[in-house]
Structures are given as structure tokens and as C-alpha cells.
T-cell receptor, first 115, second 116 residues
Framework: DARVTQTPRDKVTEMGQEVTMRCQPI?????VFWYRQTMMQGLELLAY????????DSGMPKDRFSAEMPDATLATLKIQPSEPRDSAVYFC?????????????FGPGTRLLVL | AQSVTQLGSHVSVSEGALVLLRCNYS??????LFWYVQYPNQGLQLLLK??????LVKGINGFEAEFKKSETSFHLTKPSAHMSDAAEYFC??????????????FGQGTILTVHP
């Protein structure tokens, strides 16, 4: 049963520290999405990639967030420096998009707490 | 630009009662529509999706949704609620074509509570 995996599942850090979250998309999927979920803002799209190329990162605070896909099996989301307002659950999702209507498969999320 | 509105952030029903979660969308082109469910401390899971085939779509766990173009709606229903249906439900829209195909726009979510 193919699944999206995310590490770590939980992360507690202090303000100013660097945080790196990792995602392994489902093998063969060509599109990877990063979302952030908070009580106040709901589910927000931060960035997404197709065939490892960044397509849209307009949802990300550019000064502190960065997203990359070093290879087809790994996507990373980095926050440097982290701030308390970054506390949220971060989800990665992958899909096989070719025209629209394709399902996105979500990972279990990384719960981040910045103190 | 596409958007999704879910009417009611919280819905409460009794076990065995009808579940109705409302979703209205806005899209400049024929949309693809999705319902996802999120159980506590888990990621989102697809319930069902509409991709321009039959307007009545059946999903997992006894849920179904009907696409009504004239009303720009895609409401989710289940005839008889079960305690295990308690979760948060998200409606989402995707556009076909262009460079942003596959990108979903989510509604704000509806938390379903089921009472014994």
C-alpha cells in the first residue's frame, strides 16, 4: 500500500532555530505539494512542484521558508529562522497530475511547535 | 479564480440521522470537485471526486455527493451517520488545463460531530 511519508512526525524547537521537514512522495507521482494547517487559517498551500520543478511558491514567506526537491523521492521544506507563528501542522501530498482531476495523497503531517 | 465555500463550520447530528455537508464552488471553467476527510491527528483522505462523468458520485464509507451545475454546488450526504464519521470534512476544487492543473483550492472545512 503506497503512502506518502513525512519526517519528523513531531518537532519542538526554539525560536531562531532551523527546521527541516522531509517528505517522500509515492513512487511515480510527478507532483508534490506542501500545505500548512492552523486553526486560524485552515489549510494553506505553501508550494508545489511538478517533475521536481517549482511551479508556485507564492504561499510561502520567502524570507524564511524554502522548498526543494533534491530528487524524485525527496521533498524538503526548511524554515530558517523559525518563529512561534510558524507553529502548525505541515502536510506533504503527492499526485500524478496530467490534466486535472487527479487525487492528491496526503502524508500524516509534521506537527511543529516553535517556542 | 476558483474558490470554495463550505456552509457551516460545525455540523452536529445524531447517530443514524442524515448527514448533509454543504459546498458551493466558483470556477471559470468546468471544475473537478473533491471531498476529503481528516480524522484527528491524521492527514487528509479522499472520500470521493467528480470529474465530469456521472453527476452523482459515490465514495467510501457510504458517502455520496451530487454535482449541480445550476446551483454551483457539490453537497456531501450520507443517509445514516455513524459514530466513526466524526471528523473534519473538506471540499476542494481543481481546474483542468493550464499550468496549475492538479492544484486544489480547499474550503475552510466542516467539523462533523455525531451524538449517540
Amino acid at each position: 500500500d503506497a503512502r506518502v511519508t513525512q519526517t519528523p512526525r513531531d518537532k519542538v524547537t526554539e525560536m531562531g532555530q532551523e527546521v527541516t521537514m522531509r517528505c517522500q512522495p509515492i513512487l511515480g507521482h510527478n507532483t508534490v505539494f506542501w500545505y500548512r494547517q492552523t486553526m486560524m487559517q485552515g489549510l494553506e498551500l505553501l508550494a508545489y512542484f511538478r517533475n521536481r520543478a517549482p511551479l508556485d511558491d507564492s504561499g510561502m514567506p520567502k524570507d524564511r521558508f524554502s522548498a526543494e526537491m533534491p530528487d524524485a523521492t525527496l521533498a524538503t521544506l526548511k524554515i530558517q529562522p523559525s518563529e512561534p507563528r510558524d507553529s502548525a501542522v505541515y502536510f506533504c501530498a503527492s499526485g500524478l497530475a496530467h490534466s486535472g482531476g487527479e487525487t492528491q495523497y496526503f502524508g500524516p503531517g509534521t506537527r511543529l511547535l516553535v517556542l | 479564480a476558483q474558490s470554495v465555500t463550505q456552509l457551516g463550520s460545525h455540523v452536529s447530528v445524531s447517530e443514524g440521522a442524515l448527514v448533509l455537508l454543504r459546498c458551493n464552488y466558483s470556477s471559470s471553467v468546468p471544475p473537478y470537485l473533491f471531498w476529503y476527510v481528516q480524522y484527528p491527528n491524521q492527514g487528509l483522505q479522499l472520500l470521493l471526486k467528480y470529474t465530469s462523468a456521472a453527476t452523482l458520485v459515490k465514495g467510501i464509507n457510504g458517502f455520496e455527493a451530487e454535482f449541480k451545475k445550476s446551483e454551483t454546488s457539490f453537497h456531501l450526504t450520507k443517509p445514516s451517520a455513524h459514530m466513526s464519521d466524526a471528523a473534519e470534512y473538506f471540499c476542494a476544487v481543481s481546474e483542468a488545463g493550464g499550468t496549475s492543473y492538479g492544484k486544489l483550492t480547499f474550503g475552510q472545512g466542516t467539523i462533523l460531530t455525531v451524538h449517540p
